[in-house]
């Protein structure tokens, strides 16, 4: 019987672990048929137990054809028992940690010498979506590996993806998260504008939820405009997308409530403004952060309509 091993640093392991396998009577960790056993790496330990993965994984080795881990930390590649023990066990390595590209594909590089597959699978989901089986898996390397393991990854996750090349799931779970961190900022700061203007929280919450933005998943909007690169005629004008930041500015100003995103976003549509695209959708000032990129985001309207029915 083929086997898989688990090893994990993050809070979400223990969740991850059960849903790969349930415990059993008598088994240690995670149950035999599907993961032998829960190796855990904790943050604190990584130089020692890097030291001694082999000696971690050796009695899961036999037959073993995959590791899944959440427990790659610094410069792990550079740790000769990890390269050791997967060499010997013949494994793909599925890793579920979040790291920078450039490291995982050095990883990658140095494990294919030795036939080993490497694949980055970040995971998208935090805890509660590890301990309910709701989790993103974002898969970048060698797809017909990707599609041999499929069944595992499904384990753990609802929504496994293959992004693309080695590197390619690491790069989605950057830009998710900066997109994350970027929306709520500026949530933070429209919340504290009409708080501070006199709007009830709970008013304003419940007004935000009904509002255009609101009714729709932020990037299911990008499909109306940005993606497609349809910005005439316009759903809502750049001209009064203007008038509105400008207004929403000076409420800012007058409360006393600094807007840092607010700030940009206004200086954004006024270079639009610049260009002679009043009347053009607002959303057409997002291709001048493609021409600062030097590089065009464009989506076929027949590849977006399947996409958005995922």
């Known amino acids: 019987m083929k086997r898989r091993a688990f090893l994990g640093a993050a809070i979400a392991t223990d969740y991850l672990v059960r849903l790969v396998q349930p415990p059993q009577a008598g088994m240690d960790g995670a149950g035999s048929q599907v993961s032998e056993r829960a190796l855990r790496c904790g943050e604190q330990a990584v130089v020692r137990v890097g030291h001694d993965v082999a000696g971690a994984i050796a009695p899961v080795q036999d037959n073993m054809s995959a590791v899944l881990a959440l427990c790659y930390y610094g410069h792990r590649e550079d740790l000769p028992g990890l390269k050791l023990a997967l060499s010997h066990a013949g494994a793909a390595w599925f890793e579920l940690s979040t790291n920078s590209p450039a490291r995982v594909r050095r990883?990658?590089?140095?494990?294919?010498?030795?036939?080993?597959?490497?694949?980055?699978?970040?995971?998208?989901?935090g805890a509660s979506g590890a301990k309910s089986g709701k989790l993103a898996i974002w898969v970048g390397g060698d797809r017909a590996i990707y599609d041999r393991y499929l069944s595992?990854?499904?384990?753990?996750?609802?929504?496994?993806?293959?992004?693309?090349?080695?590197?390619?799931?690491?790069?989605?779970?950057?830009?998710?998260?900066?997109?994350?961190?970027?929306?709520?900022?500026?949530?933070?700061?429209?919340?504290?504008?009409?708080?501070?203007?006199?709007?009830?929280?709970?008013?304003?919450?419940r007004a935000l939820r009904q509002g255009a933005s609101g009714r729709k998943r932020p990037f299911d909007r990008l499909a109306e405009n940005f993606l497609p690169r349809k910005y005439d005629p316009a759903n809502f004008s750049l001209r009064l997308a203007h008038k509105d930041a400008t207004l929403a500015l000076e409420l800012a100003r007058?409360?006393?409530?600094?807007?840092?995103?607010?700030?940009?976003?206004?200086?954004?549509?006024?270079?639009?403004?610049?260009?002679?695209?009043?009347?053009?959708?607002?959303?057409?000032?997002?291709?001048?952060?493609?021409?600062?990129?030097?590089?065009?985001?464009?989506?076929?309207?027949?590849?977006?309509?399947?996409?958005?029915?995922?």
């Open 254 to 310: 007058e409360v006393g409530v600094p807007m840092q995103f607010g700030q940009l976003a206004l200086e954004e549509l006024s270079r639009a403004m610049q260009r002679g695209w009043a009347e053009r959708d607002f959303r057409v000032s997002l291709t001048l952060q493609e021409e600062r990129a030097g590089v065009q985001v464009h989506i076929p309207e027949d590849k977006l309509r399947p996409a958005l029915e995922e």
């Open 107 to 125: 990883l990658h590089d140095a494990l294919a010498a030795q036939k080993v597959h490497l694949l980055d699978a970040p995971v998208s989901g």
């Open 152 to 205: 595992v990854l499904r384990k753990i996750g609802d929504q496994p993806l293959y992004v693309g090349a080695i590197g390619a799931g690491t790069v989605a779970k950057l830009a998710h998260n900066t997109a994350s961190f970027a929306l709520h900022a500026a949530l933070a700061e429209v919340f504290t504008l009409g708080v501070k203007g006199g709007v009830e929280p709970l008013a304003l919450f």
